[in-house]
């Protein structure tokens, strides 16, 4: 009896350690650009903020940091309560444009009312106002959500802080489907192998990951519920399956199959039924992405022998060409609002993130790296989150769609690549 | 001996953490670390028929499983007939043999992209072998793309080791 006591501690003790180590394997954010212009913004502690055991304001004031956008006005450790309007003259005079003000009120059962407030110093005016509900456990989603507030109410554009990543960590032969907050913390394992795992995609309901798994020692496509962890094959035909992509009714997923020959493109239900092909080539038709009214179907394929991007009505018939310039651009990922497309080029460089304006055709290069792969837009279509390298590693990194915020994630001692933004939760 | 044992001291620890509320609460975690999960295997060594053994005998020409491309090409260079035909030849006379054709591809690119360009390779090694009489059912053609390198410095050499189609029989994957 004494024996087993011992192994028990022995064991949550190693526990511990273990549990340090998955710690280390975050992701960490470096920011290596910004943007031009940023806003000065003071977002001052909030009052009673100490009843909780970790800042809420911490978690808003890194946020707005890190998306490149806002400066914070520092005005040392005073809180200004959400109920008492701020001096806000005083305020433009120490260079903040605009103020939040905050307050923490238990009540009861250990939760927690969060109540904030947004002034701009220069029309003197309010901005909005909310109150959230939280309990300790949830002081990040909560400050998530309050940046989005202010990045909404200062650029009228939604925030991503509450979003979630997908990624693969590969470290030594193991492989890891990770999937993370946008800002790296609370990353969880939703699947490891000795094979490797690619190309996931998010359903648009941010519950289920489509993606490959080469654990059958050929890929085949699964998609894989995240609260529950289950996980159903939908395509597994002879031959390789791959590249799913979610259509935007979270009913349907474009894959590649090849039980017909090459690489070719082909809709099923959610559930691994009903395949049906939507495009024929002699060569390869791959990396399906859908528009987001589910119109069109973007791809790239050899067909005309060099890998070019095309898009194909998503009930199938003739495709369009729509990438001219070089031999090698890969990998559509169609913006958010449809506007612009994000993609691979391979340029005199490299490979290099690209996009492209669909209307005009203009297409702009926006990183100066070399082996850039995965574009993914965050939903509010600012950011393209992609793979690339960096000290002969593999990391993910952010680039704005005007080129100038820029951010490094890596792990520690890791490869992390194939990295997928989830949609905007719905609250 | 305590180098063997930490690895299966950590993997025992890993399961015990999990089911003790260690990293990763929350997330439902699966371990997809059994070889083979999922493939149904039939070893070589159990298949009646003649001339199983030469597919081993490194002074058989059917113990060389590999077929190398050119960069960018899925065309099988003419010095790799003499191979294609004796693996024909094989499954012909054993008609009861699978064959899965793997194709691979460098690293260079786009991961989907290279998954398409190895199976180019691998379904241009089974229509080769299909012309040379092998049925279709005896030959599935898969890719892994650039996900399983044998050769992992990024030097040409290199790259040009990864460019291949292998071979193998029921029970060799």
């Not at chain 1, 470096?30 to 903020?49: C, D, H, L, W």
């Not at chain 1, 680039?399 to 719905?426: I, M, Y």
């Not at chain 2, 024909?88 to 064959?99: E, G, K």
Request: with cysteine.
């Amino acid at each position: 009896m004494h024996m087993m006591t011992r192994f028990v501690r022995t064991l949550a003790a190693a526990c511990l350690a273990l549990a340090a180590l998955a710690a280390q394997a975050q992701l960490s954010i470096e920011i290596t650009g910004a943007g031009a212009t940023r806003f000065p913004v003071a977002i001052p502690v909030f009052e009673n903020e100490g009843v909780l055991p970790r800042s809420i304001s911490d978690v808003v004031r890194a946020d707005l940091e890190r998306s490149g956008l806002f400066s914070l006005i520092d005005l040392g450790i005073v809180a200004l309560p959400e109920s008492v309007r701020p001096d806000l003259a005083g305020l433009r005079g120490r260079g903040a444009d605009a103020v939040l003000t905050g307050s923490v009120v238990a009540v009861g059962d250990g939760r927690y009312d969060v109540r904030f407030r947004l002034f701009d110093t220069q029309k003197q005016s309010e901005l909005g106002a909310m109150a959230l509900r939280t309990s300790p456990a949830q002081h990040r989603a909560t400050g998530h959500r309050i940046a989005d507030f202010v990045y909404e109410k200062l650029t009228g554009q939604p925030g991503y802080f509450s979003t979630r990543i997908a990624y693969v960590v590969k470290s030594g032969p193991r492989y890891e489907l990770q999937v993370a907050d946008a800002d790296g913390m609370n990353p969880q394992t939703a699947l490891a192998s000795r094979e490797p795992i690619i190309s996931p995609s998010w359903a648009p309901d941010g519950q289920r990951l489509a993606y490959v798994s080469f654990e059958s020692k050929k890929p085949v496509v699964y998609v894989h519920d995240l609260p529950t962890g289950q996980r159903q094959v939908v395509a597994n035909f002879r031959g390789s399956n791959s590249a799913p992509a979610w259509a935007p009714d979270g009913r349907r997923l474009a894959v590649v199959l090849t039980k017909d020959g090459n690489s070719q493109l082909y809709v099923l239900n959610a559930d691994g039924s009903g395949a049906r092909r939507i495009a024929s080539s002699n060569g390869i038709d791959t990396e399906p992405s859908w528009s987001p009214d589910g119109a069109w179907i973007y791809f790239s394929s050899d067909r005309g022998g060099s890998a070019q991007i095309y898009r194909v009505p998503s009930e199938g018939g003739s495709a369009q060409r729509v990438t001219f310039e070089g031999n090698y651009n890969v990998t559509p990922r169609p913006s958010p609002d449809g506007k612009s497309l994000a993609f691979i080029t391979r340029s005199s460089r490299g490979f290099q993130v690209a996009v492209m304006d669909l209307a005009s055709r203009q297409t702009t290069i926006l990183t100066d790296s070399t082996r850039d792969e995965s574009p993914s837009f965050a939903p509010n279509g600012r950011m393209i989150l992609y793979a690339t390298e960096n000290g002969g590693r593999g990391v993910l990194a952010a680039v704005s769609t005007d080129a100038r915020v820029r951010q490094r994630l890596s792990v520690q001692a890791a490869d992390v690549r194939e990295p997928a933004w989830g949609p905007q939760p719905s609250f | 001996m305590k180098k063997y044992l930490l690895p299966a001291l950590l993997s025992a620890l890993l399961v015990a953490c999990g089911s003790a509320g260690g990293p990763g609460t929350g997330a439902a975690v699966e371990d997809r670390t059994a070889p083979g999960a999922g493939v149904a295997t039939v070893t070589a060594s159990e298949m009646p028929g003649s001339g199983i053994a030469a597919l081993t005998d490194p002074n058989n020409i059917l113990s060389r499983r590999g077929i190398y491309f050119d960069f960018d090409s899925f065309v099988i260079k003419p010095e790799f007939q003499p191979l294609v035909d004796a693996h024909a030849r094989f499954l012909v006379q054993n008609p009861q043999m699978r064959m899965l054709v793997q194709g691979n591809t460098d690293e260079r690119g786009s991961r989907e992209y290279n998954l398409a360009l190895g199976q180019k390779r691998a379904e241009a090694v089974k229509q080769a072998l299909m012309l040379l009489g092998a049925r279709e059912a005896q030959i599935e053609s898969v890719s892994l793309g650039e996900e399983k390198p044998r050769c992992t410095e990024r030097s040409e050499s290199c790259f040009a080791e990864n460019r291949r189609s292998d071979m193998l029989y029921s029970g060799e994957f």
